[in-house]
């Protein structure tokens, strides 16, 4: 069984009701739900985390080391400009993927740059949830090749 981290950032918690026609009518609770019957489908066990606070997502990017085999990360606002957490994902050394539901690229320039994206295995951009079970599949299919 492969220990796969789902690791989600700032304002993520408002999905469903946060600007729908950006980020879809899926709750982060529905979203949880099919992540993780997709996982257990395919052989990964899942960890699902969530904050706005940058600090407990900096300890869940290091807990990476000990408790998981890769990771999906969604790292919300702080994907532009947490030096902290790229770090943390330096020190780590687990592959992850990086997942966004919106296409960070037909949005506004500031969202353009990732600090983490160049550390990732790949990124996953403007698919909605969907992206999520992509990752999945695709942390399982390298998990299998390694």
């Known amino acids: 069984m492969i220990r796969m981290h789902v690791i989600n950032g700032p304002n993520l918690n408002l999905l469903g009701t946060r600007e729908p026609t950006i ?10 739900a099919l992540v993780r019957a997709h996982a257990a489908k395919v052989g990964a066990e899942i960890t699902w985390v969530q904050s706005n606070h ?11 080391r000990t408790d ?15 030096i902290a957490i790229r770090d ?4 780590a050394q687990v592959p992850f993927i990086e997942v966004h539901l919106s296409n960070l690229f037909a949005r506004e320039a500031a969202r353009h740059h990732s ?5 990732a295995r790949g990124v996953i951009t403007g698919l909605g949830h969907v992206g ?5 599949d695709a942390l399982v299919a390298a998990h299998g090749a390694s």
């Open 23 to 32: 980020y879809g009518s899926t709750t982060l609770a529905q979203l949880e």
């Open 54 to 64: 940058e600090g407990v997502l900096v300890d869940a990017v290091q807990r990476l």
């Open 68 to 82: 998981a085999d890769c990771a999906i990360v969604n790292l919300g606002g702080y994907t532009h400009t947490s």
């Open 88 to 91: 943390a994902f330096l020190a």
């Open 115 to 119: 600090v983490t994206a160049d550390l």
């Open 132 to 136: 999520y079970l992509c990752a999945v």
